[in-house]
């Protein structure tokens, strides 16, 4: 094992649920030696459903007629209606022929590198992509190129190399609609237009943009006009609950089915999650207004983050990032807002380039009034 150096240690912390309110949580604080409630200003609770009464009690009904876990794999015992009733449903509203379950976004993510990949087909990558899709990429051996963030100028020349250098290999391309760290968006049409002139298949990642942005909350790639490959999509987010998914074509769900280890060698996503997130669907289907007051709250963050003299943040979803640069500056500034009730947590390398610490800031639907006026006073001017 190589040796960690001191700087880039992580110590896991537990957060105890103090009350029963949807937004505070309280935490042992290690530095006070004492409980504090804190405001919970980091979670990807995006829209405040992980303690909604109605997906307590879908969860508690499932668990009370079929158990805890599945008890088994998909193709062994743990296959129950409701996997297939979210896969439907979710495919319905995605508009997608197939959809598969999965226990998890980054088991999701490496099944579906895995099954659009062997060892000569050239990936493109944006570089701040999630660490599950590059452990995808390392696991199938494909050859493996990053462009720089969101920059499609860049990816178009590469794509013109890879095409010249490997004519019979068509290469696939794998983003984020949502950067979980930066809080931006490619611009997907122009990519999806892009791939399809090159002949490349995409990849897209939707965990953090799945019911908070497009249309209704579907995410960015639907009603996309150009071809997407494959998107993934995770229910431990805005859908508050837990489990994931792969959607595509049917012939690539099947193949998922009949050669993927990442979904046939696990235990099955467990009925109460898959009952939880299908009701947190139905919740996002029947508010559609939920998702245009996030962006809307988001957007008034950053003007008045702005104002105040911090660098303007990028992107326009619920993940507003605080750019410090310091390992230590963004560590004193997390512990400064601890002080005053507000939990934020330090992003620092190798989560992010060197140099760019950040406060990862989430903006969740159902925060107090006056949560933006108490961050600020917080802060203080940058
Ligand atoms: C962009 C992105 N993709 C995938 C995942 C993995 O999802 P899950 O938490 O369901 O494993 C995450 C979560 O950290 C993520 O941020």
Same mark, same amino acid.
């Given at each position: 094992?190589?040796?960690i150096?001191p @700087?880039?240690?992580?110590?896991?912390?537990?957060?105890v649920?103090?009350?029963?309110?949807?937004?505070?949580?309280?935490? @042992?604080?290690?530095?006070?030696?004492?409980?504090?409630?804190?405001?919970?200003?980091?979670?990807?609770?995006?829209?405040?459903?992980?303690?909604?009464? @109605?997906?307590?009690?879908?969860?508690?009904?499932?668990?009370? /007629?079929?158990?805890?876990?599945?008890?088994?794999?998909?193709?062994?015992?743990?296959?129950?209606?409701?996997?297939?009733?979210?896969?439907?449903?979710? *495919?319905?509203?995605? +508009?997608?022929?197939?959809?598969?379950?999965?226990?998890?976004?980054? +088991?999701?993510?490496?099944?579906?590198?895995?099954?659009?990949? @062997?060892? &000569?087909?050239?990936?493109?990558?944006?570089?701040?992509? &999630?660490?599950? $899709?590059?452990?995808?990429?390392k696991?199938? *051996?494909?050859?493996?190129?990053?462009?720089? &963030?969101?920059?499609?100028?860049?990816?178009? =020349?590469?794509?013109?190399?890879?095409?010249?250098? &490997? #004519?019979?290999?068509?290469?696939?391309?794998?983003?984020?609609?949502?950067?979980?760290?930066?809080?931006?968006?490619?611009?997907?049409? /122009?990519?999806?237009?892009?791939?399809?002139?090159?002949?490349?298949?995409?990849?897209?990642?939707?965990?953090?943009?799945?019911?908070?942005?497009?249309?209704?909350?579907?995410?960015?790639?639907?009603?996309?006009?150009?071809?997407?490959?494959?998107i993934?999509?995770?229910?431990? =987010?805005?859908?508050?609950?837990?489990?994931?998914?792969?959607?595509?074509?049917?012939?690539? *769900?099947?193949?998922?089915?009949?050669?993927?280890?990442?979904?046939?060698?696990?235990?099955?996503?467990?009925? #109460? $999650?898959?009952?939880?997130? $299908?009701?947190?669907?139905?919740?996002?289907?029947?508010?559609?207004?939920?998702?245009?007051?996030?962006?809307?709250?988001?957007?008034?963050?950053r +003007? =008045?983050?702005?104002?105040? *003299?911090?660098?303007?943040?990028?992107?326009?979803?619920?993940?507003?990032?605080?750019?410090?640069?310091?390992?230590?500056?963004?560590?004193?500034?997390?512990? =400064?807002?601890?002080?005053?009730?507000?939990?934020t947590?330090?992003?620092?390398?190798?989560?992010?380039?060197?140099?760019?610490?950040?406060?990862? %800031?989430?903006?969740?639907?159902?925060?107090?009034?006056?949560?933006?006026k108490?961050?600020?006073?917080? %802060?203080?001017?940058?």
């Amino acid at each position: 094992m190589h040796k960690i150096p001191p @700087n880039r240690i992580r110590k896991i912390r537990t957060w105890v649920p103090g009350n029963h309110s949807t937004e505070l949580i309280s935490y @042992n604080s290690s530095y006070q030696n004492k409980s504090l409630p804190l405001l919970d200003l980091a979670s990807n609770d995006y829209l405040g459903l992980s303690k909604h009464p @109605n997906l307590i009690e879908a969860a508690y009904k499932t668990m009370h /007629c079929e158990g805890v876990g599945a008890g088994g794999s998909r193709l062994i015992t743990g296959s129950r209606p409701i996997h297939r009733s979210l896969e439907e449903t979710l *495919g319905d509203w995605l +508009q997608r022929d197939h959809v598969l379950l999965f226990p998890s976004g980054f +088991q999701a993510n490496l099944a579906g590198v895995i099954a659009l990949t @062997n060892r &000569h087909t050239p990936v493109l990558v944006d570089r701040l992509i &999630h660490h599950s $899709l590059l452990m995808g990429v390392k696991a199938s *051996g494909a050859k493996l190129q990053r462009y720089s &963030h969101n920059n499609l100028d860049e990816l178009k =020349k590469y794509l013109k190399i890879c095409r010249k250098k &490997h #004519p019979q290999h068509p290469p696939l391309v794998i983003t984020e609609s949502l950067f979980s760290m930066e809080g931006t968006s490619p611009n997907l049409k /122009c990519l999806a237009e892009i791939c399809a002139e090159y002949g490349a298949r995409l990849f897209i990642d939707e965990a953090h943009a799945l019911g908070v942005l497009g249309k209704e909350g579907r995410g960015l790639c639907y009603q996309l006009n150009s071809p997407i490959t494959m998107i993934s999509g995770t229910f431990g =987010k805005a859908f508050g609950s837990g489990g994931a998914f792969l959607a595509s074509n049917k012939e690539i *769900g099947e193949h998922l089915i009949q050669t993927s280890g990442a979904f046939r060698y696990t235990t099955a996503l467990a009925p #109460p $999650l898959c009952a939880a997130a $299908l009701e947190a669907l139905n919740l996002i289907k029947t508010h559609p207004s939920w998702h245009l007051e996030l962006q809307e709250t988001a957007a008034t963050w950053r +003007q =008045k983050l702005t104002r105040q *003299g911090w660098q303007s943040p990028h992107g326009t979803g619920p993940i507003i990032p605080l750019l410090i640069g310091s390992d230590q500056a963004a560590l004193d500034t997390q512990k =400064k807002l601890e002080q005053q009730g507000l939990l934020t947590i330090a992003i620092r390398p190798p989560t992010v380039p060197e140099g760019s610490s950040r406060l990862r %800031l989430v903006v969740r639907r159902n925060l107090p009034e006056n949560t933006l006026k108490k961050l600020l006073t917080a %802060l203080g001017d940058q």
